[in-house]
C-alpha cells in the first residue's frame, strides 16, 4: 500500500464513534416510586446517605428529575446486587451530589476526600452504577485505614501491614 492509504486508515482507527446519546432511554423496570416524587429528605432517609446536595445552577425542575432518575437506579442498584437500600450508603458514609462539585468536564465523578458521588447538571444521567462501584471500590480500603486508596489498584494494606480485604475479594478484584 502506498503511504497516503495507510495513513488514511490510520486516522480512521483514531477516529471514537459517540456510544453516548444525548439522552437516555425511558427507564423499564419496577415503578418503585408508584408515578410519585421523591424528595431530598425521602432520597436521603431511604439510602442513608450522610447528605443530599444540589448544585446554585440546578433548577427546581431539574433536581425534581434527577432526584427521581437517581432513586430509581439506586433500587434497581440494590436489587441487582442483592443488598438494602440503605447498604447503598455505604454505612451512611457515602454522600451524593447533584451538580454542585466540579465544572461539568466529566459526567460524573468519585471524590475519595470527601467520600461523595457527583452527577453533573447536564452529563450525568446513566453514570450512577459506575460511580458508585468506585465508591464501593474506596470504601473497602477505607475501612482498613487506606482513605484514599482503590482495592482495583491492588489488595491495599492494613495498619498491620497485612492484605487489606480477604483473599478471595483479592482474586475477585484482580480477575
Known sequence: ENREAISDRFNALKEMPRERRLTNRNR???????G????????????G?????????????E????INEAYDALMDLSSVIGVT??????????GFAFGSRGGGKY????????VVINLTK???????????????????LRAVGNKTSYATEGPGFNK??????RPELNDAFRN
Open 160 to 165: 498491620e501491614g497485612k492484605p487489606a480485604l
Open 36 to 47: 410519585k416524587n421523591v424528595t431530598a429528605e425521602d432520597f436521603g432517609r431511604e439510602f
Open 122 to 140: 447536564t452529563k450525568g444521567a446513566g453514570t450512577l452504577a459506575h460511580e458508585w462501584f468506585h465508591a464501593l471500590d474506596n470504601y473497602l
Open 63 to 66: 433536581r425534581q428529575a434527577h
Open 49 to 61: 446517605f450522610r447528605g443530599v446536595e444540589f448544585g446554585n445552577w440546578v433548577n427546581q425542575e
Open 107 to 114: 459526567a460524573a465523578h468519585y471524590e475519595t476526600d470527601k
Open 85 to 94: 437500600p440503605r447498604a447503598v450508603s455505604l454505612n451512611g458514609e457515602l
Open 28 to 34: 423499564v423496570g419496577f415503578d418503585y416510586r408508584q
